[in-house]
T-cell receptor, first 113, second 117 residues
């Protein structure tokens, strides 16, 4: 059974700091990995999707890396802003599960002005 | 685009009553829709997967007679919580996947906050 773990559970940083969120998964047979953002009481916004054959994806100040063999992914946020405050979730899609996603429990990020 | 809506965005109901939540794909036809439940400060837990015109597949531990899912068309799925109890209070999120585009990507709705008193 696939398990996804995110560390840390919560993170508070001053504005402008660069930061890294970590995600690990137990079964390396994944199709892809996706990072989401969730604001309080809201649905999910997809940030980055990395296919299993890729090493990283970038979008603006966000960079996600994937090391499939070691079961790890990181989300790097450069020059953090208060508007980045949210919960960040990673989710993996197994090769044989079709659309089905397994989520981690998230990292709650607070960026202080 | 790929927009998914949910209605209502929040609902309060009395214990013992039933409540229906709608999930719609607004600008695409969704071959598969998913229903998730999220408790405070926890992650999303998949409840069931539904394909248009067929019965939903429920995850282990999810009572199919309590959480009725109907995927009647390619743009609409409904989740009915029957005989709701306070422990059913949660945030329910649906998602939908397209038959085309990036394979297997899910598009998420904004969620429905259910409070059972």
């Amino acid at each position: 059974k696939q398990e996804v773990t995110q560390i840390p559970a919560a993170l508070s940083v001053p504005e402008g700091e660069n930061l890294v969120l970590n995600c690990s998964f137990t079964d390396s047979a994944i199709y892809n990995l996706q990072w989401f953002r969730q604001d309080p009481g809201k649905g999910l916004t997809s940030l980055l999707l990395i296919q299993s054959s890729q090493r990283e994806q970038t979008s603006g100040r966000l960079n996600a890396s994937l090391d499939k063999s070691s079961g790890r992914s990181t989300l790097y946020i450069a020059a953090s802003q208060p508007g980045d405050s949210a919960t960040y979730l990673c989710a993996v899609r197994r090769e044989t599960s079709g659309s089905r996603l397994t989520f981690g429990e998230g990292t709650q990020l607070t960026v202080n002005p | 685009g790929a927009v998914v809506s949910q209605h209502p965005s929040w609902v309060i109901c009395k214990s013992g009553t039933s409540v229906k939540i709608e999930c719609r794909s607004l600008d695409f036809q969704a071959t598969t829709m998913f229903w998730y439940r999220q408790f405070p400060k926890q992650s999303l837990m998949l409840m069931a997967t539904s394909n248009e015109g067929s019965k939903a597949t429920y995850e282990q531990g999810v009572e199919k007679d309590k959480f009725l899912i109907n995927h009647a068309s390619l743009t609409l799925s409904t989740l009915t919580v029957t005989s709701a109890h306070p422990e059913d209070s949660s945030f329910y999120i649906c998602s939908a996947s397209k038959p085309s585009g990036r394979p297997y990507e899910q598009y998420f709705g904004p969620g429905t906050r259910l409070t059972v008193t």
